[in-house]
Antibody, heavy 115, light 108 residues
Framework: QVQLVQSGAEVKKPGASVKVSCKAS????????MHWVRQAPGQGLEWMGI????????SYAQKFQGRVTMTRDTSTSTVYMELSSLRSEDTAVYYC????????WGQGTLVTVSS | DIQMTQSPSSLSASVGDRVTITCRAS??????LGWYQQKPGKAPKRLIY???SLQSGVPSRFSGSGSGTEFTLTISSLQPEDFATYYC??????????FGGGTKVEIK
């Protein structure tokens, strides 16, 4: 069965970076684009960007341009999302998800930014 | 950017009620729309894809309709486990993909 398993919760100080991983299984990793979505406490869903696991090309929401980097490792079927220059407003649950065909989501990774 | 306007933002309903949630796109998105259910502390779960196709394993009381700019999610007979927040998502044109603002379905 399709599974997206994300790395564990993180606590970071303002100005630091965080890197969240998402390991895919149960399907051909390079066949489907992977998206990243975040959800601040009590808020709605916010799309951050997309990576093509096959070629590695990416596209980011304008809000995160310059601060987010999405990469992938085809040898381990894992995608990564790194967010830099963290501020308190980045405190959120971060999800990887295949949003267009399969409709599967990871379990989410809570990132807390606090001094 | 395509804006997704979802309504209502919340509603109160009783078990057995018929519930309808609407999403309106700021421009035509064909049928490139999904509906998601999210319960507290959990990842969203897709209910409907391609505007009207039921995701495998999802109860048939959920249905979706629409194309172009107007879309509807209907729960034909609300069950206790259906109390949750629902989101629409357009994936016709990006960046960015855009979600509706969400509809919280509460117990009356």
């Amino acid at each position: 069965q399709v599974q997206l398993v994300q790395s564990g919760a993180e606590v970071k100080k303002p100005g630091a970076s965080v890197k969240v991983s998402c390991k895919a299984s149960g399907y051909t990793f390079t066949s489907y684009y992977m998206h990243w979505v975040r959800q601040a406490p009590g808020q709605g869903l916010e799309w951050m960007g997309i990576i093509n696991p096959s070629g590695g090309s990416t596209s980011y929401a304008q809000k995160f341009q310059g601060r987010v980097t999405m990469t992938r490792d085809t040898s381990t079927s894992t995608v990564y999302m790194e967010l830099s220059s963290l501020r308190s407003e980045d405190t959120a649950v971060y999800y990887c998800a295949e949003l267009e065909i399969l409709g599967y989501w990871g379990q989410g990774t809570l990132v807390t930014v606090s001094s | 950017d395509i804006q997704m306007t979802q309504s209502p933002s919340s509603l109160s309903a009783s078990v057995g009620d018929r519930v309808t949630i609407t999403c309106r796109a700021s421009q035509g998105i064909r049928n490139d729309l999904g509906w998601y259910q999210q319960k507290p502390g959990k990842a969203p779960k897709r209910l409907i894809y391609a505007a009207s196709s039921l995701q495998s394993g999802v109860p048939s009381r959920f249905s979706g309709s629409g194309s172009g700019t107007e879309f509807t999610l209907t729960i034909s007979s609300l069950q206790p486990e259906d109390f949750a927040t629902y989101y629409c998502l357009q994936h016709n044109s990006y960046p960015p993909l855009t979600f509706g603002g969400g509809t919280k379905v509460e117990i009356k």
